[in-house]
Nanobody, 114 residues
Framework: QVQLVESGGGLVQPGGSLRLSCAAS????????MSWYRQAPGKERELVAT????????TYADSVKGRFTISRDNAKNSVFLQMNSLKPEDTAVYYC???????WGQGTQVTVSS
């Protein structure tokens, strides 16, 4: 059974940084593309970033390009989302997701507010 557990969310001031982590189990992590999604109150869940398994190539939503960085550590079965220059509109619940297994984590709340 695939399990994804996110951590690292919290309250941060505008312009600040946070690093989210997602620990995966129950899958061959090194061969699995991983994504981060987010869902703000009253809005649909949106794709934030994806990292491919072998090449490590990553893609980003236009709204986070240049501010967010997705990375992975295959030895630790983990994927990360480094978020810099945070804005109030980045406030959302952030979810880890693997499209191969259609599995979601429980989410971690990120709140950007002064």
């Amino acid at each position: 059974q695939v399990q994804l557990v996110e951590s690292g969310g919290g309250l941060v001031q505008p312009g600040g940084s946070l690093r989210l982590s997602c620990a995966a189990s129950g899958l061959t992590f090194s061969r699995t593309a991983m994504s981060w999604y987010r869902q703000a109150p009253g809005k649909e869940r949106e794709l934030v970033a994806t990292i491919i398994s072998i090449s490590g190539i990553s893609t980003y939503a236009d709204s986070v390009k240049g501010r967010f960085t997705i990375s992975r550590d295959n030895a630790k079965n983990s994927v990360f989302l480094q978020m810099n220059s945070l804005k109030p509109e980045d406030t959302a619940v952030y979810y880890c997701y693997t499209p191969r297994f259609n599995a979601w984590g429980q989410g971690t709340q990120v709140t950007v507010s002064s």
